[in-house]
Nanobody
Framework: QVQLQESGPGLVKPSQTLSLTCTVSGGSITTNYYYWSWIRQPPGKGLEWIGS???????DYNPSLKSRASISRDTSKNQFTLQLSSMTPEDTARYYCARDPRDFRPYSSSYYYAPRGYDYWGQGTQVTVSS
C-alpha cells in the first residue's frame, strides 16, 4: 500500500518561500513510469495542479506558477519537495501530494506517457499566508 504524507509549515508570511515535503512509503519515487505531483485547493475553489517530478527526476510546472515553483527530490529518503516563492494571501490553500501513474505509449516514431489519473493522495496540509 502506497502512502504519501505532506509536511511543512502551516503559516507563511507574505513574500516568504513555502517549502513542503512529501514522504512516500510503500513504493519508490524512481519506479517507472510514475509521476509525483503537487496539487492545491484554495478555500471555496477547485483543485489546481502546481507541478510534477517524474521517475527520472524531470519536472513540469503549471505555466501560471512556473516562475515561482520548484520541485526536487531526495531519492535516499524517498521524498519530493515543493518550494513556492513570493507567497501571497492568494496562495492560501490546502496542499496535496499525489501519485500520477503513466503508461508508456509508442506513437509514430516517438512515444508519450499516457496519464491514468491520480491513484494515491496524501491527506493534505493547510497553508495560510498571513502577516
Amino acid at each position: 500500500q502506497v502512502q504519501l504524507q505532506e509536511s511543512g509549515p502551516g503559516l507563511v508570511k507574505p513574500s516568504q518561500t513555502l517549502s513542503l515535503t512529501c514522504t512516500v512509503s510503500g513504493g519508490s519515487i524512481t519506479t517507472n513510469y510514475y509521476y509525483w505531483s503537487w496539487i492545491r485547493q484554495p478555500p471555496g475553489k477547485g483543485l489546481e495542479w502546481i507541478g510534477s517530478i517524474d521517475y527520472s527526476g524531470s519536472t513540469d510546472y503549471n505555466p501560471s506558477l512556473k516562475s515561482r515553483a520548484s520541485i526536487s527530490r531526495d531519492t535516499s529518503k524517498n521524498q519530493f519537495t515543493l518550494q513556492l516563492s513570493s507567497m501571497t494571501p492568494e496562495d492560501t490553500a490546502r496542499y496535496y501530494c499525489a501519485r500520477d501513474p503513466r503508461d508508456f505509449r509508442p506513437y509514430s516514431s516517438s512515444y508519450y506517457y499516457a496519464p491514468r489519473g491520480y491513484d494515491y493522495w496524501g491527506q493534505g496540509t493547510q497553508v495560510t499566508v498571513s502577516s
